[in-house]
């Protein structure tokens, strides 16, 4: 099994929701990574789980909650977002520095909040 | 700290061969190269690690001048399947797994 597998495909949410995005991968990387990807640009990196234990927050605002209850299971937790969070939120995982090991991409969750 | 990517855009025929490029202001550990097509997941091609090397994947190759803090993705005899984004990431000296991507070269192949 070679796939991070992200969930939900879609979501829509207003500004009031929390909802949950959750990214699984049975591959046994030890680093997950979370990113952001605003259309016709680079992804960009959110937060980066080591061996389980958030080791890079790229000052993203706390209406993001990143949590990795296994080392198979990521989660972002969504909470009073802006219109302006609205992107495409991609899942990553590596075996563990990206400096040796390719980062292996779920296929994302796109979010529109409305 | 973003690296830069260029050309923006690049329009092929079939056969053809391109050159995307990459350079970073800071001393770079390793450079990445991903491609994107539209709706999908971004895909690894290869890594290059500091030192200077290039490598190889099937038509597709790639340099890594570290001197220049430069790399270089090479497409020969383009497919019609290599077309999609091409995304560099690099990895600053010092900041492990903080991939920053560039802006990208949207690469169309025409039959």
């Known amino acids: 099994d070679t796939e991070v597998t992200q969930t939900p495909k879609h979501l829509v949410m207003g500004m009031t929701n929390k909802k949950s995005l959750k990214c699984e991968q049975h591959?046994?990387?030890?680093?997950m990574y979370w990113y952001k990807q605003k259309a016709k640009k680079p992804p960009e990196l959110m937060f980066v789980?080591?061996?389980?234990?958030?080791?890079i927050n790229e000052s993203v605002p706390s209406r993001f909650s990143p949590e990795c209850p296994n080392s198979s299971l990521l989660n972002l937790h969504l909470h009073a977002l802006q219109p302006e969070d609205s992107a495409l939120y991609l899942c990553?995982?590596?075996?563990?520095?990206?400096?040796?090991?390719?980062?292996?991409f779920g296929s994302g969750t796109q979010l529109s909040v409305l | 700290q973003q690296p830069v990517q260029s050309p923006q855009a690049v329009i092929l025929r079939e056969g053809e061969d391109a050159v995307i490029n990459c350079s970073s202001s800071?001393?770079?550990?390793?450079v990445h190269w991903y491609r994107q097509k539209h709706g999908e997941a971004p895909v690894f091609l290869m890594i290059?690690?500091?030192?200077?090397e290039q490598k190889g994947h099937e038509k597709i190759s790639a340099s890594f001048n570290e001197k220049k803090q430069q790399s270089s993705l090479y497409l020969t005899a383009s497919q019609l399947s290599y077309s999609g984004t091409y995304f560099c990431?690099?990895?600053?000296?010092?900041?492990?797994?903080?991939?920053?991507f560039g802006s990208g070269t949207q690469l169309t192949v025409l039959p």
């Open positions: 591959m046994g990387h030890r680093a």
């Open positions: 800071k001393a770079l550990y390793s």
């Open positions: 290059l690690l500091k030192g200077g």
């Open positions: 990553a995982s590596s075996q563990d520095n990206p400096s040796n090991e390719k980062l292996f």
């Open positions: 789980y080591s061996y389980e234990k958030l080791s």
């Open positions: 990431g690099t990895e600053i000296v010092g900041s492990a797994r903080q991939l920053t």
